[in-house]
């Protein structure tokens, strides 16, 4: 191996050294962003489905 070859192993990508319009960076950022949007849809909806569940309780009235 040459000494240029062990220099690109070592050295970081674009993300790493923080190059703001390089692709990889762009792509990784939009990936991060879509994880959020989806966990966020779902944490809504989970948090909905117990006020639901809470507020269908307090109709039921359970006599023994």
């Not at 000494?3 to 050294?17: F, K, N, Q, T």
Request: aromatic share 10%; glycine share 8%.
């Amino acid at each position: 191996m040459s000494p240029e070859m062990i220099a690109r192993m070592i050295l970081g990508c674009s993300v790493c050294y923080g190059a703001a319009g390089h692709p990889l960076t762009k792509g990784l950022n939009m990936g991060i962003l879509s994880l959020l949007l989806v966990v966020t849809f779902v944490l809504i909806f989970f948090a909905t489905f117990f006020f639901q569940l809470r507020a269908k309780s307090k109709n039921t009235h359970i006599t023994l």
